[in-house]
């Protein structure tokens, strides 16, 4: 497996990359986000990288951070999203967007970018869920440690952060935890 490259860029022509490394030229799919942010030609960059072995072809795609080598892992384990979508995916949007959308659970996103369908973008924010990092939407703040432990059994329970929050907004500031989790659920029903 190849993980690293480090050499010169000897072309660019979008998506893909030309890098010398000590002679030997080796082709590498990048996603937009990486392509803009790489030196120009004939400095030195340093790619990690992610090896696809097809019937028909070995293909190496290449990324500038861990972050987005290891968004597009996961994004090439869900069914029916290979490499060249998950490319797709992470040149439309960036990692944090990505995280964002998938916490939030906005479809109409991931639909805008090219070869992303509705039921693709649906299968994305179920698989995805959970598995990006913490909600970047929106800063939750709670008033008390009662609120802490209501929100964090409300999203045990399989409700969103948003719901959850949604549901802690209407319950009274001294309320207790098993009374607070029972009004928020009835809140949510």
Same mark, same amino acid.
């Given at each position: 497996?190849?993980?690293?490259?480090?050499?010169?860029?000897?072309?660019?022509?979008?998506?893909?990359?030309?890098?010398?490394?000590?002679?030997? /030229?080796?082709?590498?799919?990048?996603?937009?986000?990486?392509?803009?942010?790489? @030196?120009?030609? /004939?400095?030195?960059?340093?790619?990690?990288?992610?090896?696809?072995?097809?019937?028909?072809?070995?293909?190496?795609?290449?990324?500038?951070?861990?972050?987005?080598?290891?968004?597009?892992?996961?994004?090439?384990?869900?069914?029916?999203?290979?490499?060249?979508?998950?490319?797709?995916?992470?040149?439309?949007?960036?990692? @944090?967007?990505?995280?964002?959308?998938?916490?939030?659970?906005?479809? /109409?996103?991931?639909?805008?970018? @090219?070869?992303?369908?509705?039921?693709?973008?649906?299968?994305?924010?179920?698989?995805?869920?959970?598995?990006?990092?913490?909600?970047?939407?929106?800063?939750?703040?709670?008033?008390?440690?009662?609120?802490?432990?209501?929100?964090?059994?409300?999203?045990?329970? /399989?409700?969103?952060?948003?719901?959850?929050?949604?549901?802690?907004?209407?319950?009274?500031?001294?309320?207790?935890?098993?009374?607070?989790?029972?009004?928020?659920?009835?809140?949510?029903?």
């Amino acid at each position: 497996m190849i993980g690293r490259l480090t050499g010169v860029i000897a072309e660019k022509s979008p998506p893909q990359i030309l890098i010398d490394v000590q002679g030997v /030229g080796y082709e590498v799919d990048v996603p937009m986000s990486t392509f803009f942010n790489l @030196p120009a030609l /004939g400095e030195r960059a340093s790619l990690l990288t992610h090896l696809s072995i097809r019937e028909d072809a070995h293909v190496l795609f290449g990324f500038l951070t861990a972050e987005e080598r290891n968004t597009f892992r996961l994004l090439i384990k869900i069914s029916g999203v290979g490499p060249k979508m998950a490319l797709s995916l992470l040149s439309g949007l960036s990692v @944090p967007e990505l995280a964002q959308a998938v916490s939030r659970q906005e479809a /109409g996103r991931l639909v805008k970018v @090219p070869g992303i369908g509705k039921k693709t973008a649906e299968r994305l924010l179920l698989e995805l869920k959970g598995k990006l990092g913490p909600d970047l939407a929106q800063p939750v703040t709670v008033a008390n440690d009662a609120q802490a432990d209501i929100l964090q059994a409300l999203v045990a329970l /399989g409700y969103s952060e948003k719901e959850a929050v949604a549901a802690l907004k209407t319950l009274p500031p001294d309320v207790s935890v098993s009374d607070g989790i029972k009004l928020a659920m009835k809140h949510l029903s």
